[in-house]
């Protein structure tokens, strides 16, 4: 019986495999025929996944005129949470769509490992003078560039240039940290 239950197991596995394979497939068919989404993935540490995620998340780019309403879909606009005289902390809202939002956020942690620019930023972000953040912190406003950048990248179909995000001082979000 451990035979044939493991033989079901492992055909399961490998059909499991070939679904997966020719789903793939269909996706790779599919995100070529999306205006921007090959630029997209010319960002180191953003593959096929990441892209048609957000993409099925989001839609067509055409329709935002600005990334900031990207950035609010997600749930990533900041609130603060004060009330008369008290002034509390500054926090993400997390009102929008918590898989666009967790894609996101798994998507920065390679992108700040494989990519120079946004490993830069992390750097500074999280060791500066004025308003250091903490990692997780960082890891959001981070997610907010890259929103930024999908935006720009998607509406121009231009492919990845590094020196627009090697300047963090200019594109510093500013987080309060209580």
Do not use: W
Not at 35 to 42: E, I, K, L, V
Not at 96 to 110: E, I, Q
């Amino acid at each position: 019986m451990a035979r044939q239950g493991l033989q079901a197991l492992l055909s399961q596995h490998k059909l499991l495999c070939e679904q997966l394979e020719a789903c793939m497939e269909q996706i790779e068919c599919l995100i070529q025929e999306i205006p921007g989404s090959a630029q997209m993935m010319t960002i180191p540490g953003v593959g096929l996944v990441t892209g048609a995620g957000f993409l099925a998340e989001v839609g067509d780019l055409m329709g935002y005129s600005h990334p900031r309403q990207i950035q609010k879909l997600a749930g990533f606009n900041f609130k603060e949470n004060s009330s008369g005289k008290h002034k509390g902390r500054t926090r993400i809202t997390k009102r929008g769509r918590p898989k666009l939002r967790a894609l996101l956020f798994k998507c920065v942690m390679p992108v700040v490992a494989k990519n120079q620019q946004f490993k830069a930023l992390h750097h500074e972000f999280t060791t500066r003078a004025v308003n250091p953040l903490r990692k997780k912190q960082s890891l959001i406003a981070l997610c907010c560039k890259l929103i930024r950048i999908f935006f720009a990248l998607g509406r121009k179909q231009q492919p990845y240039d590094a020196t627009l995000v090697s300047n963090p001082s200019q594109h510093a979000l500013k987080i309060n940290v209580a």
